[in-house]
């Protein structure tokens, strides 16, 4: 591959010499080359033509900026980027073969690697955003939380709002005979694992799995099912569900049509959480070494332009496009331009609900990967107590931040992104209490994370 282009123009001019005595005209061809540098450094390519699934999401968006501006395109490589029908489906299509890779949720190549569903040798190079879900509950449920939520001097909800508000209208519900229904995404999504967060923070027990179990609905004061993203909100409509935990557009869009309220978003219930990532085979990456890190380096680049706010306006006319996410420009635009519309009408500033590049968002950190594994070990998905090192091994063989770290010292090089963005760390952030209910996460001790809640499951040291 060069990373020099040569565009060629012929000029054919005619110059016409009169000579006095019968002078003749005469026709004389010149070739004019203009030649264009790239600054893009190029590696040898195995694999230049690609294809690359996503679930119609706001966060899907790396993807397609990276195709749409170029980005992969410089690099040598020619993606193809397909819509999936569920999480499933991803998995499935990534595993066998038939995408080379995948917008996937963080939790989907953890559980591969760690038991829990289908098995298989999946690996992320790259962390496609921080934040942007948010959880929705119906009309009828709203009008009965919102006595219980403190507002401020003009009447407004005091965010964020925690399930304590929610408590009283599950015991309502269960008295009338109804057994409270909540939609997630999948059973390993970043929303799974948010909702029963944000539920058990105020003692609602969001129910357990194990083995003989795999709903995850033993003891649950919430029943948690999972439905697809897009198809939230009609199946909140139709009363199926009373409330789900998704990512943008479909929590703006149960506002848009005003069938719901969002009531907390996950920047709330942790702040500045890792959301998808993208995952291709460990097979995918030992055949095809220079190819991943070229993908991961239009994906940062793509992240880069992302985050910065005026191509935000941008973004969000190529992500309505159909063959993208496909929902109106003001629905995207409500979550992705800096602001987060709660009760309709109840716009509030919200500048990282989406972030696509700061706070090094696009690094695999070891630490955001561990704290996945603590959920599905605090919820039964992980039916036996691990040991400490177990946690720190698994997430090393999935996380592979070492690609990412050639992918970004190339685009140092190249002038794109200045060496400042290349974190020094050890793969692990610092400990933080930066959750809805003050607990502190310190990924190098999992178990005294795991044993510090209330409810779920406890390990011995």
């Given at each position: 591959?060069k990373?020099?282009f040569?565009?060629?123009?012929?000029?054919?001019?005619?110059?016409?010499?009169?000579?006095?005595?019968?002078?003749?005209?005469?026709?004389?061809?010149?070739?004019?080359?203009?030649?264009?540098?790239s600054?893009?450094?190029?590696?040898?390519?195995?694999?230049?033509?690609?294809?690359?699934?996503?679930?119609?999401?706001?966060?899907?968006?790396?993807?397609?900026?990276?195709?749409?501006?170029?980005?992969?395109?410089?690099?040598?490589?020619?993606?193809?980027?397909?819509?999936?029908?569920?999480?499933?489906?991803?998995l499935?299509?990534?595993?066998?073969?038939?995408?080379?890779?995948?917008?996937?949720?963080?939790?989907?190549?953890?559980?591969?690697?760690?038991?829990?569903?289908?098995?298989?040798?999946?690996?992320?190079?790259?962390?496609?955003?921080?934040?942007?879900?948010?959880?929705?509950?119906?009309?009828?449920?709203?009008?009965?939380?919102?006595?219980?939520?403190?507002?401020?001097?003009?009447?407004?909800?005091?965010?964020?709002?925690?399930?304590?508000?929610?408590?009283?209208?599950?015991?309502?519900?269960?008295?009338?005979?109804?057994?409270?229904?909540?939609?997630?995404?999948?059973?390993?999504?970043?929303?799974?694992?948010?909702?029963?967060?944000?539920?058990?923070?105020?003692?609602?027990?969001?129910?357990?799995?194990?083995?003989?179990?795999?709903?995850?609905?033993?003891d649950?004061?919430?029943l948690?099912s999972?439905?697809?993203?897009?198809?939230?909100?009609?199946?909140?409509?139709?009363?199926?569900?009373?409330?789900?935990?998704?990512?943008?557009?479909?929590?703006?869009?149960?506002?848009?049509?005003?069938?719901?309220?969002?009531v907390?978003?996950?920047?709330?219930?942790?702040?500045?959480?890792?959301?998808?990532?993208?995952?291709?085979?460990?097979?995918?990456?030992?055949?095809?070494?220079?190819?991943?890190?070229?993908?991961?380096?239009?994906?940062?680049?793509?992240?880069?332009?992302?985050?910065?706010?005026?191509?935000?306006k941008e973004?969000?006319q190529?992500?309505?496009?159909?063959?993208?996410?496909?929902?109106?420009?003001?629905?995207?635009?409500?979550?992705?331009?800096?602001?987060?519309?709660?009760?309709?009408?109840?716009?509030?500033?919200?500048?990282?609900?989406?972030?696509?590049?700061?706070?090094?968002?696009?690094?695999?950190?070891?630490?955001?990967?561990?704290?996945?594994?603590?959920?599905?070990?605090?919820?039964?998905?992980?039916?036996?107590?691990?040991?400490?090192?177990?946690?720190?091994?698994?997430?090393?063989?999935?996380?592979?931040?070492d690609?990412?770290?050639?992918?970004?010292?190339l685009?140092?090089?190249?002038?794109?992104?200045?060496?400042?963005?290349?974190?020094?760390?050890?793969?692990?952030?610092?400990?933080?209490?930066?959750?809805?209910?003050?607990?502190?996460?310190?990924?190098?001790?999992?178990?005294?994370?795991?044993?510090?809640?209330?409810?779920?499951?406890?390990?011995?040291?």
């Amino acid at each position: 591959m060069k990373a020099l282009f040569k565009k060629t123009i012929y000029i054919l001019p005619i110059a016409m010499l009169l000579f006095a005595c019968g002078g003749k005209g005469t026709k004389k061809e010149t070739t004019t080359e203009v030649v264009t540098t790239s600054k893009t450094k190029q590696l040898d390519i195995e694999k230049p033509q690609l294809t690359f699934g996503f679930i119609k999401l706001t966060d899907m968006a790396p993807l397609a900026i990276a195709k749409e501006k170029g980005f992969f395109e410089d690099e040598g490589l020619f993606v193809s980027v397909e819509a999936q029908s569920n999480w499933k489906n991803v998995l499935d299509r990534v595993i066998d073969g038939q995408l080379d890779g995948s917008h996937m949720l963080a939790g989907q190549p953890i559980a591969a690697g760690a038991g829990f569903g289908r098995q298989a040798k999946l690996v992320t190079p790259f962390s496609m955003d921080l934040n942007g879900n948010g959880i929705t509950v119906s009309n009828d449920v709203w009008s009965k939380m919102k006595p219980n939520v403190p507002t401020d001097g003009d009447g407004k909800p005091i965010h964020p709002i925690k399930a304590d508000a929610l408590k009283p209208v599950i015991t309502e519900y269960k008295n009338s005979g109804k057994a409270f229904k909540m939609g997630m995404v999948f059973p390993v999504s970043t929303h799974n694992y948010e909702i029963r967060y944000w539920l058990a923070a105020a003692g609602i027990h969001p129910g357990m799995y194990t083995k003989e179990n795999v709903q995850g609905q033993i003891d649950a004061e919430v029943l948690l099912s999972v439905t697809p993203p897009p198809q939230m909100p009609a199946t909140l409509e139709a009363g199926t569900i009373f409330g789900y935990c998704v990512g943008e557009p479909w929590n703006q869009q149960a506002v848009f049509k005003g069938i719901g309220v969002p009531v907390v978003t996950n920047y709330d219930i942790w702040k500045n959480n890792p959301e998808k990532v993208f995952v291709m085979t460990e097979k995918f990456i030992e055949e095809n070494p220079n190819t991943a890190v070229a993908v991961t380096k239009a994906l940062i680049r793509a992240g880069k332009w992302l985050d910065k706010p005026e191509n935000r306006k941008e973004a969000v006319q190529i992500l309505s496009m159909s063959q993208y996410v496909g929902a109106p420009v003001e629905v995207l635009a409500n979550s992705m331009t800096g602001t987060f519309e709660f009760e309709k009408g109840d716009k509030r500033e919200m500048e990282d609900f989406n972030v696509f590049y700061k706070y090094n968002a696009t690094y695999p950190f070891y630490s955001d990967g561990i704290w996945f594994l603590t959920q599905m070990r605090r919820w039964g998905q992980i039916p036996e107590a691990k040991t400490a090192d177990w946690y720190s091994s698994t997430i090393k063989d999935i996380y592979r931040p070492d690609i990412w770290k050639k992918a970004a010292a190339l685009l140092v090089e190249e002038g794109n992104i200045p060496a400042t963005d290349i974190p020094a760390t050890d793969g692990y952030k610092p400990a933080t209490a930066d959750f809805i209910d003050g607990t502190t996460y310190d990924a190098k001790d999992p178990i005294g994370y795991i044993n510090s809640f209330l409810i779920g499951n406890k390990d011995k040291k």
